[in-house]
């Protein structure tokens, strides 16, 4: 959803990191996300 791509997007301009289309898609819930970033980093 549109809600998604921000929250998204706003991941990656506050964490300095860039999340791949396909690897978004499958960010569904606030922990997959933290686990994410954790991981980015």
């Excluded at 506050?14 to 686990?35: C, H, K, L, R």
Aim: no cysteine; aromatic share 8%; glycine share 2%.
């Amino acid at each position: 959803s549109l809600d998604t791509v921000e929250l998204i997007m706003e991941f990656e301009k506050e964490f300095d990191i860039q999340i791949p289309d396909d690897q978004a898609e499958n960010i569904a819930t606030v922990g997959q996300a933290i686990s994410y970033i954790e991981e980015a980093k």
